[in-house]
């Protein structure tokens, strides 16, 4: 939601050689009638090593095959589903799938400053989890400094039961994803595998001068991760630079930030006791940093400037979920 030429988009990137990829988009897509993607119709591509193959979502007044639109929206492809199928040879090749908008404003009930683009890679849905514990972004200011976020949690499943800090989410859109917004962490849980994406908007919803829009893709509990080595940028006029963990309390006398056990601030997270939240801050400095522990944490990372921002997930596990070890050679639906 910027302007007429910016779009919703997500493409895929193959591994192999005959990558044969089914794409079953949820809304109208751009030029459709050029590509021959119906909504809801399942289509089959094949991409060669290295191919990239870009869905973008039409116009929210274009017209039916996807053409033209003056519309400041896009529809938002949140639903397409992307699968890679069995080649020539019988085998499923690897794929990645990213996903965002060519400019947004990430528009909130708390405004929605400044544009710019989204760009994620997706979790595939094997690697999904059933807990999240989330983090807003710190504005440039006193910390916590809590922005208000928007949360989108998809789910593959629509009968699927989402809560965040108890209470059940309704209003199901797209049949695949809901939304929210918070200024506070959260504990977000669900009876089967969902996905979460943390959303930045500038304007008033960031305490502070800084902020742009900007997305993250969330780790799940279960994808906690120990050690990590991300970047902190100061390229674009960024100023600050945040590290955000979930951590168990008791993982707090071995956490070692740049080899040092001084943080910016710390507090027990509501909705989930055991676990706190630490916060890391770096001025605009580039440059490699380091974090440890010896209990798994959760992790963003991310950066403000005055025109803009950027942000990314600190580091996961992304370890297949729920599939049996041992082999089996008769067909059952527990295992």
Known sequence: NYSSDCYNWTYIIAKDNDTKVEITPSVVTRAQDKTGLQPGVTSVI??????????????????????????????????????????????????????????????????????????????????????????????NTTLPAYATCTYKIAVSDPTTVVKVNGVTLTGLQNNNFYSYESSTPDRIEADKPIMVCEFMTGGGCIPGPDGDPEMVILSPKRQAIKRTIFYRNNLTFIDVNYLSLVIPTGGLTSLKIDNSSTFDFVSPRPNKPGYSIVVKKWGATAGQSIAISDSAFTGIMYGLGSVESYGYNAGTNLDPYKIPSGSHNIPDTSS
């Not at 929206?73 to 799938?97: F, M, R």
């Not at 544009?115 to 999904?128: M, R």
């Open 46 to 139: 094949t991409l060669n090593k290295g191919d990239v193959y870009q869905l973008v979502g039409a116009n929210d007044a274009a017209d039916a095959n996807g053409n033209g639109g003056t519309s400041s929206a896009g529809k938002n492809l949140s639903g397409t589903k992307i699968q890679s199928i069995p080649g020539v040879d019988g085998k499923c090749k690897q794929i990645a799938v990213f996903a965002g908008s060519s400019r947004t404003s990430n528009p909130a009930s708390c405004g929605s400053g400044g544009g710019d683009s989204d760009n994620q890679q997706l979790f595939p849905q094997h690697t999904w989890g059933t807990e999240y514990l989330t983090t807003p972004f710190s504005g």
